[in-house]
């Protein structure tokens, strides 16, 4: 089930030359519920990549949203991106569950928190 996910957020940079990964501002990890080294697949709205990378820690309160490594070649700076989180639960535990939505503005601040992954908030 989609655990979280930050909806559009912008490329900050892209480093082809570090070894993996995408670094995240820690607030926006938190806001979407996002573990260091975490899985979590990363959809390009701009041109329609898609992979699957891990989450570093970025500087607090930067927006940092930069791809590191080969997936660097996918995206530019100024492309938004989804990236999104997944995980297993029991059956009882789906009476229960809702994913975490963090909206984000151009500079990667978080406008909206909820649990609605089909709104696209303005």
């Excluded at 080294?37 to 940092?64: C, K, L, M």
């Excluded at 791809?67 to 991106?81: C, I, S």
Aim: aromatic share 6%; charged share 25%; proline share 4%.
């Amino acid at each position: 089930m989609l655990k979280s996910k930050i909806h559009r957020a912008t490329v900050t940079d892209c480093d082809v030359e570090y070894v993996g990964s995408i670094t995240i501002d820690t607030e926006l990890m938190a806001g979407a519920d996002l573990l260091t080294n975490e899985q979590v697949h990363v959809w390009d709205v701009d041109n329609g990549a898609r992979f699957v990378t891990y989450v570093i820690d970025g500087e607090p309160g930067s927006g940092a949203m930069q791809v590191n490594g080969a997936a660097a070649r996918l995206v530019e700076p100024g492309h938004k991106v989804i990236v999104a989180s997944f995980a297993a639960y029991e059956e009882a535990d789906l009476e229960r569950y809702a994913p975490v939505v963090v909206h984000v503005d151009d500079d990667n601040r978080p406008v909206a928190i909820d649990d609605r992954p089909e709104v696209l908030v303005a």
